[in-house]
């Protein structure tokens, strides 16, 4: 248990981020979780399985790829503790090996429709955003980028360092100049933290002012998501849920503390309706946001009794 607790404190504080990241780390928690088990029944061992699943799952509401993972890697059929224990270990393995072939795939998918001279714009760090950038610039094609510096925790900062390493030219931005540099874009690319069965992208806060910049201009906006970051429940009617984080990652509490009128929103991430999209870049191929619906039924393999 001192592994997940490490694991889930290490998301709760952001060391570990990124949609992906998020989903890859909680069920390698899982599996060692599972590995290590001493149980004396299957009741137990059932119990405990979803206990350490629903701790892991409470530490970041909104990206959809936590409980996907969780709930991928968690499963099991067998009512032998030992059996269910490898078939836990199996489907967390799985999924891993599934998830870091799904962003060489969106890097190879997306990279096909960059062209060479295109100004790319993203937001924040992705990194299935960024496959497709650096596979693109690897293949040859002379691109270069605009990065948002993405306030409060300022994760523009890894992207611009990650891009650097690939010696791709790169422009630092804050995030009010996202309008004024759009003109000289070709493409948005973005990450998602979750895709909603109607087409809609959750991502962090302030990407629906570059989909609104880049549609005013029309430049083309695209959304880099794996297949497992499309929201299972949103089709039943569950919103996505929008994290709040606290006000001192926006500004110093001593500045605050003479200021007793003033109080400090921080959401994490917004919405960005489906007309603003393009296209989804996915492990599974491209498709227009209308089609997260079928992702969603066809290739997330989640039951509707399930949700
Ligand atoms: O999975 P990948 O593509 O890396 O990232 C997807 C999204 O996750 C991040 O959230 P945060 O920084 O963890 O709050 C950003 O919003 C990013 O666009």
């Known amino acids: 248990m001192e592994k997940v607790q490490e694991t889930a404190e290490k998301i709760r504080t952001m060391e570990v981020r990124g949609a992906g990241r998020i ?6 928690a899982i599996r060692d979780y599972a590995a290590g088990l001493e149980v004396a029944s299957m009741e137990e061992f059932a119990t405990s399985i979803q206990e350490v699943s629903s701790f892991l799952i409470s530490t970041r509401p909104t990206a959809v790829s936590l409980p996907n993972a969780v709930k991928l890697a968690s499963r099991y ?24 072939r799904a962003l060489e795939k969106i890097g190879k998918i997306g990279s096909r429709r ?15 955003a960024l496959s497709i ?15 948002t510096e993405s306030r409060p925790r300022r994760q ?12 791709i030219p790169t422009t630092l931005i804050v995030d009010s100049a996202v309008r004024y540099y759009m003109k000289g874009v070709d493409k948005v690319i973005v990450g998602a933290d979750a895709i909603a069965a109607n087409g809609a992208l959750v ?5 629906s002012q570059l ?9 083309s906006f695209m959304v880099a998501a794996e297949t497992f970051k499309f929201s299972p429940s949103t089709i039943v009617g569950n919103p996505i849920e929008i994290e709040e984080r606290a006000a001192d990652e926006v500004v110093a509490p001593s500045v605050l ?35 997260a619906y079928t992702v969603i039924k066809e290739h997330l393999g989640w039951e509707f009794e399930e949700i």
Do not use: W
């Open 23 to 28: 989903a890859k780390a909680a069920a390698e």
């Open 77 to 100: 059929s067998s009512g032998n503790v030992e059996e269910a224990r490898q078939e836990i270990i199996t489907n967390a393995n799985l999924f891993i090996k599934r998830a870091d």
């Open 114 to 128: 960059i062209q060479d001279g295109d100004v790319i714009m993203t937001h924040c760090n992705s990194h299935a």
């Open 133 to 147: 950038i650096t596979t693109a610039f690897d293949t040859g094609k002379d691109i270069s980028v605009i990065a």
């Open 156 to 167: 523009g900062l890894l992207t611009i360092r990650h891009l650097n390493d690939f010696s």
């Open 203 to 207: 991502n962090k806060i302030g990407t």
């Open 211 to 219: 989909a609104l910049a880049a549609h005013e201009a029309r430049k």
């Open 257 to 291: 503390a003479d200021l007793p009128h003033v109080q400090v929103r921080n959401p994490a991430f917004d919405f960005t309706p489906a007309e603003y999209i393009d296209m989804i870049v996915t492990d599974i191929g491209i498709i227009p946001p209308a089609m």
